[in-house]
């Protein structure tokens, strides 16, 4: 099944925010497999964060991930206005498939 | 720079079939994992599957097999998606990924996406 994320979370430009994503020993715990996404509204999902903790090229270095058992996060530090999106963990599953979190989405006030 | 490319928006009947298509470039085709997402109206992420196109290994998510088959052509370096009767449940956006650097299929590059919708 899904990964738990919060529905939503909000924070002020400037602060930090963490987003959680839990799952179980048979994904997010036993594996360094977890990423994460950002998805702006009408538009496609973007990798933000890869095998827990690792940026792409190009992603800001705002954006950090990381883990701990069965639970992984994403936080953003100084968080700005275009960070406002919604944000999607997943995970590498032992069946041999990969697992999406509900989705947060991060309210910017 | 690697692109996605997919076919367009389809409108069809319950009961019909169908198969979309997403084309890469921009690298080796046969040596990246590349599968597809849904993203229901108003919905979160979904797994629908994955291809390598080296060896046609497959992997389907739990609520998607035995519903609809991924495949590739890697002489047009092109991945399908297909239904053989398509419900109006299956009514949603279906983005092609392209696995990234990393391990556990990270989706570096997405399509722009295909929306499907499945409407009497």
């Known amino acids: 099944s899904a990964l738990t994320q919060p529905a939503s979370v909000s924070g002020s430009p400037g602060q930090s925010i963490t987003i959680s994503c839990t799952g179980t020993s048979s994904d997010i715990g036993g594996f360094e497999f977890v990423s994460w996404y950002q998805q702006h509204p009408d538009m496609a999902p973007k990798l933000i964060t890869y095998?827990?903790?690792k940026r792409p090229s190009g992603v800001s270095n705002r954006f950090s991930g990381s883990k701990s058992g069965n639970t992984a996060s994403l936080t953003i530090s100084g968080l700005q206005a275009e960070d406002e999106a919604d944000y999607y963990c997943s995970s590498y599953t032992r069946n041999n498939t990969l697992v999406f979190g509900g989705g947060t989405k991060l309210t910017v006030l | 720079e690697v692109q996605l490319l997919q076919s367009r928006a389809e409108v069809k009947k319950p009961g019909e079939s169908l198969k979309i298509s997403c084309k890469g470039s921009?690298?080796?085709?046969?040596?990246?994992?590349i599968g597809w997402v849904r993203q229901k109206p108003g919905q979160g992420l979904e797994w629908v599957g994955i291809i390598y196109p080296g060896d046609s290994d497959t992997k389907y998510g739990p609520s998607f097999e035995g519903q609809v088959t991924i495949s590739a052509d890697n002489s047009i370096s092109t991945t399908y998606l297909q239904w053989t009767s398509l419900e109006a449940s299956d009514t949603a956006m279906y983005y092609c990924?392209?696995?990234?650097?990393?391990?556990?299929?990270?989706?570096?590059?997405w399509g722009q996406g295909t929306v499907v919708t499945v409407s009497s």
């Open positions: 095998d827990v903790t």
């Open positions: 990924v392209r696995q990234g650097v990393g391990s556990g299929w990270p989706f570096d590059s």
């Open positions: 921009g690298y080796r085709f046969i040596g990246y994992w």
